[in-house]
């Protein structure tokens, strides 16, 4: 089992930042792969960003994000992170915190096995 505690989520204006963490325990942190997800009120959940590798250097991104968004992990703190800068009142949703086994189809919601509670963005314009 794998526990996932989302923080760091906000209101903040257009071209804002917010870091959001997600902390685990359960399980072998660094053997995860881990990734972001979100959900607009009426839609569904969607990919933001994952990331595979030991080293944190095998990243994957959604196009909305792409360049405005940062995911690392830190594996000695047992901790991922989501960097958002240059926000926009579009990627307001619930983030969501996963983590799954197998390294591949990280993209797919139905792929990973522990999720977070979720963390509130709210971007004004």
């Known amino acids: 089992q794998v526990q996932l505690v989302e923080s760091g989520g906000g209101l903040v204006q257009a071209g804002g930042s917010l870091r959001l963490s997600c902390a685990a325990s359960g399980r072998t942190f660094s053997s995860l792969a881990m990734g972001w997800f979100r959900q607009a009120p009426g839609k569904g959940r969607e990919f933001v960003a994952a990331i595979t590798s030991w080293t944190g250097s095998s990243t994957d991104y959604a196009d909305s994000v792409k360049g405005r968004f940062t995911i690392s992990r830190d594996n000695a703190k047992n901790t991922m992170y989501l960097q958002m800068n240059s926000l926009k009142p579009e990627d307001t949703a619930v983030y969501y915190c996963?983590?799954?086994?197998?390294?591949?189809?990280?993209?797919?919601?139905?792929?990973?096995?522990?999720w977070g509670q979720g963390t509130q963005v709210t971007v004004s314009s």
């Open positions: 996963a983590a799954k086994i197998s390294l591949f189809e990280v993209t797919l919601v139905s792929g990973y096995n522990y």
